[in-house]
């Protein structure tokens, strides 16, 4: 399992103070969630399991997931109640971007025009 203790923060832009605050659980009083948002190998994967596993231990509920699946599941579900678009008004988000690679069509379709 991975821990804050196994977390290198020699070196990196993260806050080591912001990030030993979250694994604490500061952010349950006011009821927010997380986002760590970082390229590739930074460790948001390993904060994230970190973070999760300590508020867990100390009573809360915890999951996280990635924004692909994310995606797919509110795509299997739909919105979350109250969260549905007005009748009539045009969706912001009715699809991904091209170049998210989530829904692939081909070059002939409207999509690309």
Known sequence: MKDLAAFTFEGSPINEGLVRSLHD???L???RNIVLVGGTGTGKTHLAIAITANVVRAGARGRYFNTV???CQRKRTGPAPGRG???GWPARNDRPTPSAGLTPRPRSSAWWS
Request: charged share 35%.
């Open 29 to 31: 009083a006011n009821h």
């Open 69 to 71: 699946d994310r995606h």
């Open 25 to 27: 659980g500061a952010f």
């Open 85 to 87: 678009r007005r009748p």
